[in-house]
């Protein structure tokens, strides 16, 4: 991923989360990613990151390896 930000250091920087608080949300959307890839809807699976973080759709990588 480079020198890019990982979303858990975004949410504690940007939004003053914990680490706790930034792994619980983390968890969130990829729960609500995977069950949007199960249910076919890719197009709500892409939105993900904006939806939960206000970020870029880049940043789905993250959630799908991590």
Do not use: H, Q, V, W
Not at 45 to 64: K, M, Q, R, V
């Amino acid at each position: 991923m480079g020198d890019r930000e990982t979303i858990k250091e975004i949410l504690i920087r940007r939004d003053e989360m914990t680490p706790d608080e930034a792994d619980e949300l983390i968890l969130e959307a990829k729960e609500a990613m995977n069950e949007c890839i199960a249910d076919d809807d890719m197009s709500s699976a892409y939105c993900i990151c904006s939806d939960y973080f206000g970020l870029e759709p880049d940043y789905l990588d993250e959630l799908l390896y991590a």
